[in-house]
């Protein structure tokens, strides 16, 4: 039992650890960062950012409208409105 404990607390430690070096390490490479890379980045992850918020209120809006209705056959997403779902996602990720 006392060597799950250690060994616990080694794996937290290193996980910590490890996370504050990568942490620091993107931050610096950031700060040396032409300042039209960082803008190219801050577009890309805004736009991505924007179109996982319209993916999202879609999705949402068809689990609202199927779960109005009464029937539950009805209440499963038709494999067309997914695979299109699917669609928009990956030309999204192409385009960026």
Do not use: C, H
């Not at 070096?21 to 960062?33: D, G, I, S």
């Not at 803008?39 to 209120?57: F, H, L, N, Q, Y």
């Not at 809006?61 to 209440?75: F, I």
């Amino acid at each position: 039992m006392f060597k799950r404990v250690i060994w616990t607390g080694v794996g937290y430690g290193l996980g910590l650890s490890s996370s504050i070096y990568v942490q620091r390490k993107v931050r610096r490479a950031v700060e040396n960062a032409p300042e039209k890379v960082r803008s190219e980045a801050a577009a890309r992850s805004r736009a991505a950012a924007d179109r996982a918020k319209v993916i999202a209120t879609e999705v949402r809006a068809v689990v609202r409208e199927s779960r109005r209705t009464d029937d539950p056959a009805t209440n499963t997403v038709d494999l067309r409105e997914r695979n299109e779902w699917l669609s928009r996602a990956r030309l999204g990720r192409r385009s960026a």
